[in-house]
């Protein structure tokens, strides 16, 4: 069974950082891509950032770009997300999501539950 | 990338077929067949049940279906039910620079 564990969240005020982890569980991690999708409370889904299975891919969003670093460690099955410079806009429900391929377009067959960020000062 | 345009609200009675739209431009939706829909239940996370226009993953039920016809996507629930009462929302290629657009979102109700 395909699990994906994200932790991290938390409360941080404007302009400081914030390291998420992904956790995964139940297939091949190193074969595919995966990505970060943010949602604030309410509202719709954005995608932030992806990665494909080796790392020679990387691609984000514009409104992060710059400030977020997505990387994975394949010897952990694990996807990360280094956030600086976070901004109040950056409030979310952030989610794991897992490629359907290991790399190009890859849509999002698994998801983690998401973990909470709360930018406020 | 704006994001892709979706009806606010779509209703049904049991039994019934809905279609949910998804419109974009030719540099998002009209130009490539890489359109996925996710189904997302209050306090859930997203679950795909179409990809790459209509695709449906394993497990997904065969009452979904999806299509497109020039610049919007489309996605079919046939023969509702209780359980298709969610939010879906459409996502597609959005380009270069925005590799994923994701649409505005879409609740369903089952009446």
């Known amino acids: 069974e395909v699990q994906l564990v994200e932790s991290g969240g938390g409360l941080v005020q404007p302009g400081r950082s914030l390291r998420l982890s992904c956790a995964a569980s139940?297939?091949?991690?190193?074969?595919?891509?995966m990505h970060w999708v943010r949602q604030e409370p309410g509202k719709g889904l954005q995608w932030v950032s992806g990665?494909?299975?080796?790392?020679?891919?990387?691609n984000y969003a514009v409104s992060v770009r710059g400030r977020f670093t997505i990387s994975r460690d394949n010897a952990k099955n694990s996807l990360y997300l280094q956030m600086d410079s976070l901004r109040l806009e950056d409030t979310a429900f952030y989610y794991c999501?897992?490629?359907?391929?290991?790399?190009?377009?890859?849509?999002?067959?698994?998801w983690g539950q998401g973990t909470l960020v709360t930018v406020s000062s | 990338q704006s994001a892709l345009t979706q009806p606010a609200s779509v209703s049904g009675s049991p039994g019934q077929s809905i279609t949910i739209s998804c419109t974009g431009t030719?540099?998002?939706?009209?130009?490539?067949?890489?359109v996925s829909w996710y189904q997302q239940h209050p306090g859930r996370a997203p679950k795909l049940v179409i990809y790459?226009?209509?695709k449906r993953p394993s497990g997904v039920s065969g009452r979904f279906s999806g299509s497109k016809s020039g610049n919007t996507a489309s996605l079919t629930i046939s023969g509702l039910q209780e359980e298709d009462e969610s939010d879906y929302y459409c996502?597609?290629?959005?380009?270069?620079?925005?590799?994923?657009?994701f649409g505005t979102g879409t609740k369903v109700t089952v009446l």
């Open positions: 999501a897992k490629g359907i391929y290991g790399s190009g377009h890859t849509d999002f067959d698994y």
């Open positions: 139940g297939f091949t991690f190193d074969d595919y891509a």
């Open positions: 990665i494909s299975w080796d790392s020679s891919d990387i």
């Open positions: 030719t540099s998002t939706i009209g130009n490539y067949n890489l």
């Open positions: 790459e226009g209509n």
């Open positions: 996502c597609s290629y959005g380009g270069f620079s925005t590799p994923y657009v």
